[in-house]
């Protein structure tokens, strides 16, 4: 067990320290709306997520992609951002969003199991009428997975 620990630990103090900024990136789009999307792909890009931005452009966002659907929950320790999370199916079909407050550890979950999930500025969403059954585009919501 403490080598796990000692693990973590790497990972978790980067985390504190700076935010990520350099990931890949993405478009999505939703309707007419054009998304630039960091991807969150690693077990570590996806744990340090948003963490420490102080600032987010409107039209940015990032997108944390899972090996596999499962039920996903986040919470927003060391995220200083108020965000709205989409949890997102396979096709691009928006299954639940929810509000999250900044520094908090409550856990925001999928109402089903999910790959995707879309972090964007909190109210993002209600403000472009985008909802749940609403679909986004991207590369990784055509063709088989």
């Excluded at 969150?40 to 996806?46: D, F, N």
């Excluded at 963490?51 to 899972?66: A, N, S, Y």
């Excluded at 919470?75 to 299954?95: E, H």
């Excluded at 969403?125 to 986004?136: D, N, Q, R």
Aim: proline share 7%; charged share 20%; net charge positive.
């Amino acid at each position: 067990m403490a080598s796990t620990t000692i693990l973590l630990l790497p990972v978790l103090t980067a985390a504190q320290q700076a935010p990520q900024l350099n990931l890949q990136r993405t478009k999505l789009s939703a309707g007419m709306h054009v998304i630039d999307a960091q991807l969150a792909l690693t077990p570590q890009e996806r744990q340090i997520g948003l963490m420490l931005r102080k600032d987010m452009p409107q039209h940015e966002g990032m997108l944390f992609v899972f090996e596999q659907a499962a039920e996903q929950c986040f919470w927003m320790k060391n995220t200083l951002l108020p965000l709205t999370a989409a949890f997102v199916a396979d096709d691009g079909t928006i299954v639940n969003t929810t509000d999250m407050k900044p520094e908090t550890t409550d856990s925001h979950c999928s109402a089903k199991p999910v790959r995707y999930v879309l972090e964007m500025n909190k109210g993002w969403f209600s403000k472009k009428g985008i909802k749940p059954g609403s679909k986004l585009s991207g590369p990784m919501f055509e063709g088989p997975r």
